[in-house]
């Protein structure tokens, strides 16, 4: 549940972040988040040939470090841009965002169904996203308190921490090999 952590910090600072530390508007921020979701679906469009190419296990790897690289690519807005400039590099850092979400969930729902007792499937389904939510809501207020002392930007590069993370810690398992039937 690490990467629930990530993306709850993420969730509770982006807006702020676009809103008020980039001064970016209302107009400018909704552009940058349908550019998320058109990320989220080229992911899911060409998730059946990554993983096809990659497997399950390299291809949720390899979500996760595109996630990371989502999320780095957000922080430097505004540095030395600004406006559009600046909606540009955040949308940038969306568009990978959602990518990496497009592309991770079908495979991630495969795998749990693959080593999950067909008596447990709905029992798993429903623990996880019991897990997931309960995640959420002790992370978001984390998250936000951690924004509030360390600064937004911070708070994202922690964000980008937990995903590099995840992504070597499923890296050097043997998680990496995992093929799931096509």
Do not use: K
């Amino acid at each position: 549940m690490p990467g629930s952590f990530g993306n709850a910090i993420v969730g509770v600072v982006l807006a702020p972040y676009a809103l008020r530390v980039l001064g970016l508007t209302p107009l400018q921020f909704g552009i940058i988040g349908a550019v998320g979701g058109i990320g989220a679906l080229a992911g899911a469009a060409i998730t059946t040939w990554v993983g096809l190419r990659l497997g399950t296990g390299r291809t949720i790897i390899t979500c996760h470090i595109i996630t990371t690289a989502g999320v780095l690519v957000m922080i430097p807005a505004g540095l030395h841009t600004h406006g559009w400039a600046s909606a540009a590099v955040l949308a940038a850092g969306q568009w990978l965002y959602g990518l990496a979400m497009g592309m991770s969930n079908s495979h991630e729902s495969s795998y749990r169904q693959l080593v999950t007792p067909d008596e447990l499937q709905t029992r798993t389904i429903i623990t996880m996203r019991s897990l997931n939510r309960a995640v959420m809501v002790v992370a978001a207020p984390l998250a936000g308190v951690l924004a509030d002392d360390w600064g937004i930007r911070p708070a994202l590069l922690l964000a980008a921490g937990i995903f590099a993370l995840v992504a070597a810690g499923l890296g050097l398992t043997s998680f990496r090999t995992v093929r799931a039937p096509a």
